[in-house]
C-alpha cells in the first residue's frame, strides 16, 4: 500500500494520465513545425511557438490559397482572419 | 432540498446562466444563416473553442452524473473509463483529427456524411441516406438519455419533480441552440466547460478535505469495502474483472470517430489551431474524469447508501457547499448536459437538412431557407427526445453508453479505414457502416447480459472494422481516391513522420 492505496491502483493512475499526456506533446513537437507558419517558428529561434497563430505570409501552406477537389472551396479560409469572438 | 431562500439563490444563478446562453445564442446568430454557418460555424473557430467544445460535447452529463455514480458503485476500478478516454482523446486529436481536416477542407465538407460521400465518390447517395438513418435514430436515444440526466438533476437540487426537470432543460436548450446553430453551440460549450473544469476541482478537494485528508478517505473506503480500492474491482483478475475494465477502457474508443466530435475538428480554423487543442483537450479530459471518479469515491464514504447512485454529485454538492455555491454546480452539471444535447440537435439536423434535403432533393433550394428547415428540425428531434425521457428515469451511465456506441460503432470503422487505409472502397464504408451499427444494437439489446457484460462498443468496432476491411478487399477504390489520399498523407505526414505542410 502507498498513501493508503494498492501499488496497482497507482499504476492504472499513472497509465490513465501519462501516455495520453506524452502521445499529444510528441504529436505537437512532431507536426508544429510544418502545421505553424513560419513566421511564429522564427520567433522563437527555430521552435515553433505554442499558442501561435500566424499572419497570411506563409503560401502554399493556407487553406484559403487551395483550391478543393471539386474546385469550389466555398469555405476556403485564409490565416489571415482573425479570431472569431 | 433546500429551504425556500436557498432555492432563490440557486434559481438566480440559474437565471444568469441562461440570460448568457440565450445571450451567446442571439450573438451567434447573426453568422448562422447560411448552411455552413449554422452547421460548422464557416470553419473559422480557435483552438480552445474546438478543444473544450469536443470535449464537453463527448462527456456530458453522464460525466457528472454517470461516472460519479460508477465512482460512488465501484470505487477505482472507474479508473479504467479514464485510461480509456484519456487515450482515446489523444489518439484522435494526434492522428485523425489533421487528415481529417485536410480532407474535409479539399471537399468543402460540412458534415461527416458529406466527408465520406466525396472520399468514396458515392454518387448513389446511399452514404448519406445510410448515415442520416443512424444519427437520427442515436440521436434520439442520446437526447433522452441527457433529458433524464437534466429530470435527475432538477429533481436532487430543487425538489422539482423529475417530468419538470426534464421539461425545464428540454426548454432552455431548444431556444438556444435553434438561434444560434453550431457556433452558439461551440461558444456555449467553453463557456460550459470551464464551468465543469472548476467543479470538477473544486468538489472532489471539499469531498477530501471532508473526509479528513486523503488517508482518512481510503482508510474509511478500504474500510467499507477494500475492493473499492483495487484496480480491478470486485472480481479482481477474473474474467469478469477483465471482461468490466476493457467495457470500461473501451468507451474511449468512440473519441476516435464519432460524428458529434469530428465536426469539431471540420470546424477548425486550420491545422495549427487542432494541434494547440489537443494538448487543450487532454488536459481538460484528465481533469474532467479523475475528478468526477474522485467525487465518486469520496461520496462513497460520506454519504452511503444512496438510493440513486448517480445523484452522489448533487447530494454532495448541496451538502458541502452553500446554496449560491450550489446553484452554480446546478449550473454545471446542466452545462454538462446541455453541451452534448445542443451538439447532438445539430448533428441530427445536419444530417437531415444538408444530407438528404439539399444534397439529395433539393441542391438549388436558398441557404437561408435550409437555416431556417434546419432551426425547425432542431425544435422537433428535441421534442422528439422530451417524449422518450418523460415517462421512465433510465440509469444514466449505460443509457447514454448505448448511443453513445451505436454512433461510434457505426462511424468510426468506416472514418478510421478512410483516413489510414487507401484500398477502402464505397461499398466497404458503407456494409461496415451497417454492420457496426447493427452489432452494436443487437448486442446491447439481446447479447450482452449473457456475455459478461462485455460493453457493445467492442464487439460493434471489431465487426464494424472486419466488414469495412473484408469488403473493401474485394471492391475496387476510385483510383483518383487513391491519388488523393497519397497527397494528402504526403501534406499531413505518418503517425510519427513530419508531412510538408503544404500542396
Redesign the interface.
Known amino acids: 500500500m502507498i498513501a493508503g492505496l494498492p501499488l496497482a491502483t497507482w499504476v492504472l493512475f499513472v497509465l490513465s494520465v501519462a501516455p495520453g499526456l506524452i502521445l499529444i506533446v510528441a504529436a505537437y513537437r512532431i507536426h508544429g513545425p510544418a502545421d505553424f507558419p513560419r513566421d511564429e517558428k522564427r520567433k522563437t529561434r527555430g521552435d515553433f511557438a505554442p499558442g501561435g497563430r500566424g499572419p497570411s505570409s506563409n503560401p502554399g501552406t493556407l487553406l484559403g490559397t487551395r483550391g478543393s477537389a471539386k474546385g469550389t472551396n466555398a469555405g476556403g479560409i485564409s490565416r489571415s482572419e482573425g479570431p472569431e469572438g | 432540498m433546500g429551504s425556500i431562500g436557498a432555492n432563490g439563490a440557486i434559481l438566480a444563478v440559474l437565471g444568469l446562466y441562461f440570460v448568457v446562453l440565450v445571450g451567446i445564442g442571439g ?1 451567434a446568430s447573426r453568422t448562422s444563416r447560411s448552411v ?1 454557418g449554422f452547421y ?8 480552445w ?1 474546438i478543444a473544450f467544445s469536443t470535449t464537453t460535447t463527448g462527456e456530458s452529463g453522464w460525466l457528472l452524473l454517470g461516472l460519479t455514480g460508477m465512482g460512488y458503485m465501484v470505487g ?1 476500478h472507474a ?2 473509463v ?2 480509456g478516454e ?2 482515446g ?3 484522435a ?3 485523425v483529427a ?1 487528415p481529417f481536416k485536410e480532407f474535409t ?4 465538407s ?1 458534415t461527416v456524411p458529406d466527408y465520406l460521400t ?1 472520399r468514396f465518390r458515392d454518387r448513389s447517395h446511399v452514404i448519406r441516406i445510410v448515415s442520416a438513418v443512424i444519427i437520427l435514430t442515436m440521436v434520439g436515444a442520446y437526447t433522452a438519455a441527457q433529458l433524464t440526466a437534466s429530470g435527475k438533476a432538477f429533481s436532487s437540487f430543487l425538489g422539482t419533480s423529475y417530468q419538470n426537470g426534464v421539461l425545464i432543460g428540454a426548454a432552455i436548450i431548444l431556444l438556444y441552440t435553434s438561434i444560434g446553430g453550431f ?1 452558439a453551440v461551440a ?1 456555449s460549450d467553453l463557456v460550459q466547460g470551464v464551468l465543469m473544469f472548476a467543479c470538477l476541482i473544486a468538489l472532489p478537494v471539499a469531498g477530501i478535505w471532508s473526509a479528513g485528508g ?2 482518512s ?3 474509511g473506503i ?1 474500510a467499507a469495502d477494500p475492493a473499492l ?4 474491482g470486485e472480481h479482481g483478475f477474473s474474467v469478469a474483472g477483465v471482461v468490466s475494465a476493457l467495457s470500461f477502457a473501451g468507451i474511449g474508443l468512440a473519441f476516435l470517430g464519432a460524428p458529434q466530435l469530428l465536426t469539431r475538428f471540420m470546424s477548425a ?8 487543442g ?2 487543450i ?3 481538460c ?2 481533469v474532467f ?2 475528478g468526477a471518479v474522485l467525487v465518486g469515491v469520496t461520496g462513497r464514504l460520506l454519504f452511503p447508501g444512496l438510493a440513486d447512485e448517480e445523484t452522489v454529485l448533487p447530494v454532495m454538492a448541496a451538502e458541502l457547499f452553500p446554496a449560491v455555491v450550489t446553484g452554480i454546480v446546478l449550473v454545471v452539471v446542466l452545462a454538462a448536459i446541455m453541451s452534448t444535447v445542443d451538439s447532438l440537435l445539430i448533428l441530427a439536423s445536419s444530417a437531415a437538412v444538408r444530407d438528404v434535403v439539399q444534397k439529395i432533393f433539393r441542391p438549388n433550394a436558398p441557404e437561408r431557407r435550409l437555416a431556417m428547415l434546419g432551426r425547425g428540425l432542431t425544435l422537433v428531434i428535441g421534442i422528439a427526445g422530451l417524449g422518450s425521457a418523460w415517462t421512465e428515469s433510465r440509469m444514466i451511465f449505460w443509457f447514454v453508453l448505448f448511443a453513445w456506441s451505436g454512433l461510434a460503432s457505426a462511424f468510426t470503422p468506416a472514418v478510421l479505414c478512410s483516413l489510414f487505409w487507401r484500398r477502402t472502397t464505397r461499398a466497404g464504408a458503407i456494409w461496415g457502416m451497417i454492420a457496426g451499427f447493427l452489432t452494436a444494437v443487437i448486442w446491447a439489446l439481446w447479447v450482452r447480459d449473457h456475455f459478461y457484460d462485455l460493453s457493445e462498443m467492442i464487439p460493434g468496432f471489431a465487426v464494424g472494422f472486419a466488414v469495412t476491411v473484408g469488403v473493401s478487399l474485394f471492391t475496387k477504390p476510385p483510383r483518383d481516391g487513391m491519388a ?1 489520399y497519397d497527397d494528402v498523407r504526403r501534406v ?2 505518418g503517425f ?8
Open positions: 450573438w455552413a460548422v460555424a464557416e470553419k473559422k473557430l480557435p483552438s473553442v477505482f479508473l479504467w479514464v485510461l484519456v487515450l482523446i489523444a489518439v486529436w494526434a492522428f489533421r477542407d479539399r471537399y468543402d460540412i466525396d457556433k461558444y486523503w488517508d478517505l481510503t482508510a478500504g480500492l483495487r484496480p480491478m480554423r486550420d491545422r495549427g489551431q487542432i494541434l494547440q489537443g494538448v483537450a487532454v488536459v479530459i484528465v474524469d479523475i488523393e499531413v505526414g510519427f513522420s513530419r508531412g510538408c505542410g503544404n500542396r
